[in-house]
């Protein structure tokens, strides 16, 4: 098969590769598409600890056809097209492997692409906010609200019945977030980069030296959902507003899927798709590769250029 392979430098070449094998409690999934996330290029980087470094393949999510089971699987499984999380990575390839119980069903006539650009991310936002009980009436600011996760956040929130700030980086950006459900919109790269108004939530995909900043702009009981680093780790002089702010009771999460039980995604999961089943949550793609073209596809994620999901078509 032709996979796409880290090198020593954090770089990556397609060549072939054996096919893997479903080992016990495995599936093995032909991949229609990948889905490209920071989390590749943090990957790539040697920022991200579950990564295995040079020789191994990028690649947390795909979609696509259930070809083989491992032992102690059901065999029904085989010929199901499915959203394949693959925490070990090994997406950026023709075929993958997954644990049978981390695939999820894909709806019939869908485009993969379309899926895997709902996919891990749609997970993320969807159980964020409800780890941080986003209700209707409350006021959601999202960071980061273009990429992937910051996207599907702003709708979920917005399906919730909140108020959502969407904060990103250029008025043509703003105005494709405000189509989908966004209230009010803040360019960072503006004369004000903070919004000026306080959040019951802040959903925060960047966090980097600004999540200080931002803690700042929680209400009395206001809850900060930390789901990504695209900006880089805090330190701790960005995390001290949290004891600054003691008397008004601010809590902070920390939230990685790695941290759900499978059971627990899998509801999340039709959950996601019960609200793109009603219209109330959409798919964006951002820009679709061939394989051979991995690494323009992670320098585009990386350039921060995305707006929406950028996937790989292996096929």
Not at 98 to 110: I, K, S
Request: charge should be negative; include cysteine.
């Amino acid at each position: 098969m032709k996979a796409v392979i880290a090198g020593a430098a954090g770089d990556t070449a397609t060549t072939d590769a054996p096919e893997p094998s479903p080992a016990p409690g495995q599936v093995r999934v032909d991949v229609e598409a990948a889905g490209v996330g920071y989390v590749d290029v943090m990957a790539l980087r040697g920022e991200y600890a579950a990564f295995p470094g040079a020789g191994a393949v990028p690649g947390v999510e795909a979609v696509g056809q259930v070809t083989a089971v491992g032992p102690d699987v059901s065999e029904g499984l085989v010929g199901q097209r499915v959203l394949a999380l693959l925490p070990g990575f090994g997406g950026f390839a023709e075929t993958a492997v997954a644990d049978a119980e981390l695939v999820f069903p894909v709806p019939p006539g869908t485009r993969a692409a379309d899926v895997v650009a709902i996919g891990a991310n749609a997970l993320v936002a969807e159980l964020a906010l409800r780890r941080v009980g986003a209700a209707a009436g409350e006021r959601v600011l999202v960071r980061g609200a273009g990429g992937g996760i910051g996207m599907l956040a702003t709708q979920f929130a917005r399906a919730r019945g909140a108020e959502v700030t969407a904060v990103t980086s250029s008025a043509p950006r703003g105005e494709r977030l405000r189509a989908l459900g966004a209230s009010h919109i803040v360019d960072r790269t503006g004369a004000s980069t903070l919004p000026d108004a306080a959040y019951d939530i802040v959903v925060d995909t960047v966090a980097g030296p600004e999540l200080g900043k931002h803690l700042e702009l929680l209400r009395p009981n206001g809850r900060y959902v930390l789901c990504g680093a695209a900006g880089g780790f805090p330190d701790a002089e960005s995390l001290a507003p949290l004891l600054s702010n003691f008397h008004k009771s601010p809590s902070l999460y920390a939230f990685s899927l790695n941290s759900v039980a499978p059971e627990d995604l899998r509801l999340s999961w039709e959950r996601v798709l019960a609200l793109l089943d009603e219209g109330r949550v959409s798919a964006v793609v951002d820009q679709e590769f061939p394989l051979a073209e991995a690494g323009d596809a992670l320098r585009r994620v990386a350039g921060g250029k995305a707006f929406g999901k950028v996937v790989l078509l292996p096929r």
